[in-house]
């Protein structure tokens, strides 16, 4: 395969990702490619040391190429980028996959880019990372890449906010927009979530939020409200249940709603682990999904595939988000704005098997 086109499949994968298209992930390849998702890993990282048949590694970049999902080593012929260093500094990689997704998506489109990524975690510690900045910028970045694991407004340190090198805001934004900044829609998210029940005839619909106190949950809360109101549905606080993003707060918040005189025909629970709570309480209390109860998730985890039945939720578009970023720096050739749009990418639903039409009646339930 010549280098142009694989430059043009790479564009082709960067596209559909701006359009909102469900990520690709290495699993999906290595099903396509029937293998684990460890030699896709090595296979598609180019690890050193691992011996692989030349049929499996062409089986696998087969795979990836069938997908779309784009391939290390592909060069660009972009003037100026080879072997560019991009710097990625987070504050938290272990809370939750998201952070990796994002790292992923930079680091793929880096890659197709000539350029490479140094990643840091400041556990936000100002003094780590004052140091991690003064590392980076010793190491010789040509930008660097500022993340927080929750959506939310941001302060940049001086030592940050001063540099001559560009800056992009991944999953944050600072007040006076000085930076190139990307975030999930999370308002539309939720309405579309919702709005995907009503479609199917719901009118009863409850929602288990996150923690209140977080961005993502009052803007997925809101996205909910809008699609009722939207739909002349009346809002009844009682059908929303505050829980904390975990897989007991889903289970508790579900025996709340299922305990109500009118228990809801179908919930959304505003993320993954909030779902396998409720599937669980549901499953306890003899209700069948969809069947009885129809649910809906948000986030598009590895899990959510295995439940039975399998999760429609909505992705998070962090993959989609760090390839933004990589786009940007192309697009912008490092020179400064004075303020920029918020860039707010679009978190499109994937339809499983977990919602259905509403039952005639539900069955009653005791109170937990």
Known sequence: MSKKIAQTEVTHELGRQ??????????????????SQATVSFVLNN???????AETRARVVSAARKLGYAVAGVPHTGAGSANRVIGFVVDQLATSPEAMVAIEGVSQAARADGSFVLVSQTFNDVAVEKDVVRQLVGSGAAAIVYMTIFTREVELPDDLAELELPIYLLNCYTADQAFPAVIPSEVAGGQRCTRYLIEHGHSRIA???????????????????????????????????EGDWSASSGFEGTCKLLSLDEPPTAIFCQNDRTAIGCYEALKEAGLVIPTDMSVVGYDDEEIARHLHPQLTTSVLPH????????????????????RYPLVKLECPLVERASVSTPPVQVRPVAAQ
């Open 18 to 35: 701006r359009r909102g298209a469900r990520r690709v992930t290495m699993t999906d390849v290595a099903r396509e490619a029937g293998c």
């Open 47 to 53: 690890a050193p040391g691992i011996r692989l048949s």
């Open 207 to 241: 929602t288990i939020t996150g923690e209140l106190w977080m961005e993502a949950a009052q803007d997925r809360l809101k996205g909910y409200r809008r699609a009722l109101a939207t739909a002349d549905i009346p809002f009844d606080p009682d059908l929303v249940v």
């Open 319 to 338: 993959r989609a988000m760090g390839q933004w970023v990589i786009e940007q720096m192309q697009e912008t050739n490092g020179v400064r704005l004075s």
